[in-house]
């Protein structure tokens, strides 16, 4: 009897793979390969083997493998690979060693593969285990459902580890820096073990892993898993204002974090989120796995809870916004959209679709949302999958506001708006930080007869019953024309620290003089516009000659509001103004405060394994003492992990300078994150490009 057959050694090939397969910034040993795209490895035999002989490869996923399921493969060296099919062919042979080429279908489930091959040499046979691989989507491939023809969109959108995101209101928006991180230590496995902790995974999990061939099931199903709702998910809402017990949402600045923390806890929640940390650890996610993906935010965003396209708002004869009724409209929301066709809708409808991971609703039994398409969206297609009713209201819903007496629990209609939901839908520009606007990608231009067509399409399917569905035209007719207008105007800037200066301009519509008392209160709210704390509130009476313009100049202290702040540095304020022999007019606006910045620069010239210092600045602008100050900084290739810095408390216009050391690990392009905090302002977000020299 001859020596039993082994593999003396196993090349995964892994430069050469990764550079062909886009996978090279994956870490690790493991082999990271795309779908639908031949990888090469080579194994070295020892004992009886003869060249070329008899060799039959296995390639399997998931905890039951099987043919049917799509999650085994058998195949011979001999049978060249087809469209649909996994296939090996010899690529050279020398000295015991086969340097073999293997396919795999672009219609194959993605994950972690267990590779054996066996060889049949004189009428015996041995199965030998060659080791694991991870198969990914592959953008890159013509063949597969995630294919992105744009080379530039396909290295923002699946390679790129740093975003911006956009928020605000529509009055003031801004961004700051956030970092993706998706090849950044054991990002992958985690990433992997989300879809094996779904529910559908632990339904049936052998149908789960068939099932991950499609990126729309994928989709949807870390659309669910990104939030704790329903599965114990990575990340744990919390719009209260209160995040004792957790991290304040706006303190994270990157997905690596929260994803290690959820690991390393044993798979508990991390606490908190709100929408752009879901949406970017769930862009972290799909561009790990292959799908093309991207953050938007929508401002003026409304949550439809009961999907008629209405969204009511309540306030009461005080001017008081109240927490009435299931619908909102958010000063902004920050959704998903993942890249790929749809086949099950027809071609007209792939390109990008909404996967939102921020629980808002249920669908289908629980928080998931998406895949929804962009097209099915801008067309008014409501009756199409998955979930865009929802999405179309949060860009279409029209806003009714109304006085609401909790005595009498009667309501009175104070005005309807047609165009504010829906508002400079944004996204990150590729190849640079700059703002594009998309929202002509979602709706048609507001207000043309274009974008009401679609929008009366979208309310027939929506609300077949025609009788309520009449309910927002008739209150057009309802509300009588007002007799004067208003509107608040920033008289300085709104900066944490300093006094907030309005003033409110009245003005009478009509050639009677009109007596107009306003009842003016201002609270802190966080971004979804669900008030906090009261923090001042006035009474105004003014009498209006004839076509008169009247400008009322209001002041908020810095005493008033400081105890009061949301870390969302958000004040809602409005006038309920009540006219003599006339109808009540709104007046309302957000004012999002701005921090003091913080300035960071690089001291030197960064290269690959050389300490460089970087210097952060912050001068206390306001004539107070702050305390409990706190930096904080990461950056992919620059750290590892992130660094926290006590720095010590500033007097009034004092200027603290904090020097830290950064070593890069790896050459091109890099950005370093700082995030400062204090007793009196919260999460002060700033970012540097730093380009590494080899």
């Known amino acids: 009897m001859g020596q039993a057959l082994t593999l003396r050694e196993v090349n995964w090939q892994r430069s050469e793979n990764g550079s ?9 040993k493991e082999l990271v390969v795309r779908r639908g795209q031949a990888f090469t490895i080579t194994l070295t035999f020892s004992g009886e083997w003869k060249t070329g002989q008899g060799l039959t490869f296995v390639a399997e996923t998931g905890p039951r493998p099987s043919l049917q399921a799509k999650t085994q493969a058998v195949f011979d060296i001999s049978k060249p690979a ?18 073999i080429s293997i396919s795999s279908p672009a219609t194959a489930p993605i994950g972690r593969y267990r590779l054996s091959v066996r060889v049949t040499l004189a009428g015996r046979s041995s199965t030998l285990n060659i080791g694991t691989f991870v198969l990914l989507f592959n953008p890159w491939s013509k063949e597969d459902e995630v294919f992105m023809p744009n080379a530039a969109e396909c290295n923002e959108y699946v390679l790129e580890e740093f975003g911006v995101i956009f928020v605000g209101s529509s009055f003031y928006m801004h961004s700051f820096g956030w970092n993706y991180g998706q090849f950044q230590g054991d990002i992958l496995d985690i990433c992997l073990s989300i879809l094996d902790r779904s529910l559908e995974y632990r339904r049936d999990a052998a149908t789960d892993v068939s099932r991950r061939n499609d990126p729309k ?17 990575v990340l744990m809402g919390n719009w209260s204002g209160d995040y004792s017990g957790g991290k304040s949402p706006n303190s994270w600045s990157g997905s690596v974090a929260i994803l290690v923390n959820w690991k390393q ?11 752009w940390v879901f949406a970017a650890v769930l862009a972290t996610v799909l561009r790990c796995l292959g799908i093309p993906s991207r953050a938007i935010s929508n401002f003026n965003s409304a949550h439809d809870a ?4 209405t969204v009511d708002e309540y306030y009461d004869a005080a001017g008081n916004p109240l927490n009435t009724g299931v619908d909102s409209v958010w000063n902004f929301h920050v959704w998903n959209e993942g890249w790929f066709t749809r086949s099950d809708l027809g071609p007209s409808y792939g390109g990008w679709q909404v996967l939102d991971a921020t629980p808002q609703e249920k669908s289908e039994g629980i928080f998931q949302c998406g895949p929804a398409s962009v097209t099915a969206i801008k067309e008014g297609d409501v009756d199409l999958r998955h979930d865009v009713p929802f999405v179309f209201a949060e860009v279409n819903a029209d806003r009714i506001a109304w006085t609401y007496d909790s005595a009498t629990r009667k309501k009175k209609p104070l005005h309807t708006d047609t165009k504010s939901i829906g508002q400079s839908i944004s996204t990150k520009a590729v190849g640079s930080y700059d703002r594009v606007d998309v929202t002509n990608e979602y709706k048609y231009e507001e207000g043309s007869q274009k974008e009401r067509i679609i929008f009366k399409k979208a309310h027939e399917k929506m609300v077949p019953d025609a009788e309520l569905r009449g309910t927002s035209a008739r ?4 509300i009588p024309k007002p007799h004067i207008s208003g509107k608040f105007k920033v008289d300085s800037p709104l900066e944490v620290g300093k006094d907030v200066n309005l003033i409110l301009i009245l003005s009478n519509l009509t050639s009677v003089a009109r007596n107009v008392k306003a009842n003016i209160t201002a609270w802190a709210i966080v971004y979804t516009r669900k008030p906090i704390r009261e923090i001042w509130k006035d009474t105004l009476s003014v009498t209006l000659a004839a076509n008169e313009e009247k400008q009322l100049p209001i002041k908020i202290t810095y005493a008033e509001y400081q105890q009061r702040l949301t870390t969302d540095n958000m004040i809602q304020i409005t006038a309920l103004c009540q006219v003599q022999s006339g109808t009540e007019v709104l007046v309302q606006r957000e004012l999002t405060m701005t921090n003091p910045p913080v300035d960071m620069k690089v001291l030197g010239e960064a290269k690959v394994n050389k300490a460089v210092e970087v210097e952060v600045m912050f001068t206390n602008p306001i004539n107070e003492e702050v305390k409990d100050c706190m930096l904080r900084a990461e950056g992919n290739d620059l750290l590892n992990g992130s660094l926290k810095i006590n720095v010590p408390s500033l007097k009034p216009n004092e200027t603290s300078a904090v020097q830290f050391e950064i070593i890069p690990t790896k050459s091109g392009t890099k950005q370093l994150l700082i995030n400062f905090s204090c007793d009196k302002f919260s999460d002060i977000k700033a970012f540097e490009t730093i380009n590494v020299a080899k």
């Not at 659309?223 to 599965?231: E, Y």
């Not at 806890?265 to 929408?275: A, F, N």
């Not at 209150?475 to 309802?478: A, N, S, V």
């Open 20 to 28: 062909a397969h886009h996978t090279g910034k994956y870490p690790g």
């Open 82 to 99: 087809s469209k649909d099919t996994w296939g090996a062919g010899l690529q050279s042979t020398s000295s015991g060693s086969a340097r």
């Open 217 to 233: 099931y994928v989709g949807r199903v870390l659309s669910a898993m990104v939030n704790s709702l329903d599965d114990s998910g």
């Open 265 to 275: 806890s044993g798979y508990k929640p991390v606490k908190y989120g709100q929408c």
């Open 306 to 309: 009961d999907e008629n396209l």
């Open 475 to 478: 209150l057009l007719e309802i």
